[in-house]
């Protein structure tokens, strides 16, 4: 079982900046993939920044240029450093992993979820 491991959340400014971890219990390389998703209240779970094991990035638009997804795999841990954070930004922040398995001519994608940490933008 994949354990997944979030830290560093908290209560911020707007303007500020808080740098996300998640550190994982097998070695990330192993994923295919690993990113954040944040879910604020009453709407729905959303992809912020997302890595592959290739090194390939992408950003949901609302973070682009404020967020940074970096990866260290000799840790098992993956990042999130997020800057110039707005009252918007005010959710929960998960680390996912995942990995794509082959069975029987199918692809089936397993995903692995952390608890999440909160994260809170002051006006």
């Known amino acids: 079982q994949v354990q997944l491991a979030e830290s560093g959340g908290g209560l911020v400014q707007a303007g500020g900046s808080l740098r996300l971890s998640c550190a994982a219990s097998?070695?990330?390389?192993?994923?295919?993939?690993m990113g954040w998703y944040r879910q604020a209240p009453g709407k729905q779970r959303e992809l912020v920044a997302a890595?592959?094991?290739?090194?390939?990035?992408n950003y949901a638009d609302s973070v682009k240029g404020r967020c940074t997804i970096s990866r260290d795999n000799a840790k098992n841990t993956v990042y999130l450093q997020m800057n110039s954070l707005k009252p918007e930004d005010t959710a929960v922040y998960y680390c996912n992993a995942h990995g794509f398995y082959y069975t029987e001519g199918s692809t089936v994608r397993v995903d692995y979820w952390g608890q999440g940490t909160q994260v809170t933008v002051s006006s």
């Open positions: 097998r070695s990330i390389s192993s994923f295919n993939g």
């Open positions: 890595t592959t094991s290739g090194g390939t990035t």
